[in-house]
């Protein structure tokens, strides 16, 4: 059996497998696709002392750094279930291929993946012009014009913070009201340049072949469709966390989070969790990292304290 044993791949996981293998404990990592989205990323620009890089790029500096290890990589490895440890102390990890493995303590690293809007367009301009991440990818767009579709928290909220950035925001949202926070609504409505759009079905992403030019949407009230033109689209119709295979083994928030304490720890004895599936607040490369880190040190921290049946 493992001593740790990391499920995902991502910046949380590959951080999580580094520390706890730096305590010479037996160490493996299953990983559905090695890298996590940092491959579906292009430009890199917070990621701090690191000034510029690429997505494909960092995602292989993190898998060569998890090599300088004794680490047991097994990727194309998909979870299905978790089993609480019994009376031999370990924690059991299903996998798609039936193969169960065990450790004595879990971190669950399994990232999330946001909510697509599946319309024309969307695939084709991802990364040139439309984009998921207000912190990541807003600085891009700086003096250009952009729409964030959805007007949930996290819509009003990138709304507002790349009104400060860009020289226009539409918010486009699908229900006849927003769904954001009164004090959010007030703050957007307060802003010279930003539009909001209400009962709008989002149609076709427009592009020139190399970027986006522009968005199609239907007003849903008088049924015909308008044509914005712009350089940026925001995507903020929800972060999915990849814990579906967790329900009813580990606490969830109402989201779909796993439940952490500032150590990681989750409602399961010996299992930890870190990054982009947890209740974590802000979903970044660099956060996820730290989260790692911490959920490594805890697993070592609980090994230390329970001996070996
Ligand atoms: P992930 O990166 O999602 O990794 C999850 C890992 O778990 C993967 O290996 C996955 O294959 C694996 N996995 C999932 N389910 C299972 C399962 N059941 N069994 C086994 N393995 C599983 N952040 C920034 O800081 N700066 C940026 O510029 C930036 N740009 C972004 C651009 C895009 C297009 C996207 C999508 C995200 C961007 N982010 C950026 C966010 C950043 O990528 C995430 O915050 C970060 O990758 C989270 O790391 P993680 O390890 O928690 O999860």
Redesign the pocket.
């Known amino acids: 059996p493992f001593d740790v044993l990391v499920?995902?791949?991502?910046?949380?996981?590959?951080a999580a497998a580094i520390y706890a293998a730096r305590k010479g404990i037996r160490t493996g990592v299953?990983?559905?696709?090695?890298?996590?989205?940092?491959l579906?990323?292009m430009?890199?620009?917070?990621?701090i002392s690191v000034k510029e890089t690429e997505?494909p790029k960092l995602a292989t500096a993190l898998e060569q750094h998890v090599r300088e290890y004794e680490v047991d990589i097994m990727n194309l490895?998909?979870?299905?279930a978790l089993t609480p440890a019994g009376d031999d102390g370990l924690v059991g990890i299903t996998l798609e291929n039936g193969a169960v493995l065990k450790s004595r303590t879990v971190i669950l690293?399994?990232?999330?993946?946001?909510r697509q809007m599946n319309v024309p367009g969307e695939d084709q301009y991802?990364?040139k012009g439309v984009?998921?991440?207000p912190?990541?990818?807003g600085p891009l767009f700086k003096g250009k014009r952009v729409a964030v579709v959805g007007g949930g928290n996290s819509g009003v909220e990138a709304a507002i913070d790349l009104a400060g950035l860009v020289s226009h925001v539409t918010l486009l949202e699908f229900d006849d009201k927003l769904r954001a926070d009164e004090v959010l609504q007030k703050k957007l409505r307060s802003l010279g340049n930003v539009t909001i759009i209400t009962s709008a079905l989002t149609q076709e992403v427009l592009g020139d072949g190399q970027k986006v030019t522009g968005l199609v949407y239907k007003d849903r009230i008088g049924g015909d469709a308008h044509r914005i033109e712009l350089e940026g689209i925001f995507v903020q119709i929800g972060l999915l966390p990849?814990t579906e295979?967790l329900k009813g083994a580990v606490a969830l928030s109402p989201r779909g989070e796993i439940v952490i304490d500032d150590r990681g720890q989750t409602s399961v004895p010996g299992v930890f969790a870190?990054?982009?599936?947890t209740t974590v607040p802000y979903?970044?490369?660099?956060?996820?990292m730290g989260a790692?880190s911490t959920a490594a040190l805890s697993a070592f921290d609980h090994l230390i304290r329970t001996s070996v049946p």
Do not use: L, M
Not at 43 to 47: G, Y
């Open positions: 499920i995902g791949g991502g910046p949380a996981g590959a299953a990983a559905e696709r090695f890298g996590g989205q940092v579906d990323t430009a890199i620009e917070n990621f997505g490895q998909r979870g299905t690293s399994t990232g999330a993946r946001w991802r990364n984009a998921y991440c912190h990541c990818d990849n295979w870190a990054g982009d599936c979903k970044q490369i660099i956060i996820a790692g």
